[in-house]
């Protein structure tokens, strides 16, 4: 084999592996939206805050304290422990929880029945209040998230693939955290599924995404499946967060993700898990070739737009993405 | 007392229909109009026209644009940013090419070619309806300041990558370069306001507009009467990019007078004219006013009390501003749902009955 073709399919495998941490994010958007109907911009902001979040409590940051210090003149910053990993991601959790109820209790309980883009509209609100909190909350200096994952180039895959192609092959070059990133990824996916498919309440989800009132009927509590949905999107919002945090570090540019997870979306469909997953491999692969093979002609960086370029195109033949509802229109 | 239709005979078909049906309105109209350009030029200094009256009259233009393509024609559109810098660069080429031809004229050309673009960019819209479509616009975001990024035909091979504005007059005054006067800035920008509210607040009202409401409101019923939604859209989209690359060239040429275009033209400013149309309301040329004046002031209003007053840190403030705006955009949701324009609406309703309830 020779040693480009060898490189096109180390580019498919990182490919691959960002494709899944897209899924992820674009899993959290198909959960809010198939049981609730919301579009929900903020997810990548939710991620940025869960990462923020377990930051802050595994360095024992005093909350809000540089609100506090401003208004009363005073000097904290720390608590002065450290709180373990795990704890800390317990806690992270516990809040995310908390912001899910009170983002169902004090927005969208208040906007049932609205139109959809309405409800659009305040979840891109809802991303910019949640930016500012988290930054009131924990400062906007960009952190470092110590989990204690591994890091780096893996040498054993560079090791056992070495010479492949030829004496000028080095290997593959496999970023360590991405592999983990993609066991956890599908290990949660996994999970999502089961939970979906064999509890009692996720049986309840399903049936309040199928038809509210049906559900309703049948005495499952809309309120509930809600708040439980937004907590599950805080939990992938927090598997993604940390694991784009570990890799460049918790900062604003994280809440981005939720930009790529939207191509993703629309080439999967709104509303399929399984279309959230093969959309996004499709549009990591995609654009990672893209961006292997074209970019050098065209001057580089193509990944911030091609995703977008390559879902419009393929709406236009199939405006319901791949595996979405059919639209159908009634007058 | 003022504020009655009664007593106020229209007598010809073209007084029935005009804009200000109410007397009072009218007046007030031509008030606010002198007081805009005979008496605020001669007021304005520096700080005022670059914190608070240009920035808020160029986002009107692109309140304005956004409001008809996503208030009247019901197709939301998340690519403003990238029309805009469309506009600017559109400008800045314009500019450069032919330095003998009027800045007006380079406006208004960059608005057209912006059009062109925005029309290309509205094609999927026949296939793709509502959220598929709000994120289909971000193709043309991030392709477009892509583009301005990479290709250095744009820019004219800058080494710094950036566009910087050549002084330009206008009747022997100038507009664009660093010796443009406050009133001179303030005037262009004026100019092209009150001509765009006019186009725009006629053609909504005229056939084209119903068209388009009627689109908005359920397309297929709309196809069904008869209204053409290729052209209807398509027009819709190419009419608000038109405003929008108009206000993209005047915030470049005569606001920044320097532009690097993932800093000025990110998705940040889609989602900030977004807002503003929300918060303003969604179908109302006096929206696009209300809103772009709201989300103008209120970051200086935020700066004063928190900086200046308080003596707070300035990140801190940008935080709070960012909770403020997000909390704001989620209460206008909830509470009023057509925006302050809905409210101006409520009031002017209860003044024409005042003082009886009903």
Partial sequence: MSADFLYGIEVVINGLMAGVLYALVALGFVLIFKASGIFNYAQGVMALFAALTLVGIMEGQVPFSHLINAVFGTEIHHFGWHVPALLAIAMTLLVMVAFAWMVQHFVFRHLVGQEPIILFMATIGLAYFLEGVGDLMWGSDIKTLALGLPQGGSLWVEEATQGLGGDDFYGFFLDKLDMVATVVAIVLVGALIAFAQYTKQGRAMRAVADDHQAALSVGISLNYIWVLVWSLAGLVALVAGVMWGA??????????????????????????????????????????????????????????????VLALIFLVFRPQGLFGEKIIERV | MLYREAGDFKTSYQADSQTFPIAFDRYRYWVVLAFAFLVVPFLINDYWANALLVPFLIYAIAAIGL???????????????????????????????????????????????????????????????????????????????????????????????????????????????????????????????????????????????????????MDIAAEIIGVNPLKAKLTAFAVSSFFIGISGALFFAVYLGAVEVGEAFGIQKSFLVLFMIIIGGLGSIFGAFAGAAFLVVLPVVLKVIGVDLLGWPTDLVAHLQLVIVGALIMFFLIKEPHGLAQLWRLAKEKLRLWPFPY
């Fill in chain 2, 67 to 217: 409001n008809i393509l996503t208030g009247y024609c019901g197709q939301v559109s998340l690519g403003t940013g990238g029309f805009m810098a469309v506009g600017a660069y559109a400008c800045y080429k314009l500019m450069t090419s032919f330095p003998d031809v009027s800045i007006v004229i380079h406006i208004v050309l960059a608005g057209g070619i912006t059009a062109a673009v925005g029309a290309a960019f509205g094609l999927p819209s026949l296939r793709i309806k509502g959220f598929y479509l709000a994120v289909a616009t971000l193709a043309a975001q991030f392709f477009l300041v892509w583009l301005f990024n990479k290709v250095s035909w744009f820019y004219n091979y800058s080494a710094s990558g950036q566009i910087n504005a050549p002084e330009r007059t206008v009747l022997g005054v100038a507009v664009t370069g660093p010796a443009t006067e406050p009133w001179a800035q303030y005037m262009i920008c004026l100019v092209f306001v009150t001509v765009c509210a006019i186009v725009a607040r006629n053609l909504t009202r005229g056939a084209l507009g119903r068209q388009w409401m009627s689109i908005r409101d």
């Fill in chain 1, 247 to 308: 890799k460049s570090g918790v900062q604003f540019s994280l809440s981005l993700i939720a930009l790529k997870a939207l191509p993703v979306l629309m080439l999967g469909g709104f509303t399929s898990i399984p279309g959230a997953i093969v959309g996004g491999l499709i549009i990591g692969v995609g654009e990672k070739l893209f961006e292997y093979l074209i970019g050098p002609m065209v001057g580089g960086a193509t990944e911030n737009w091609f995703a977008y």
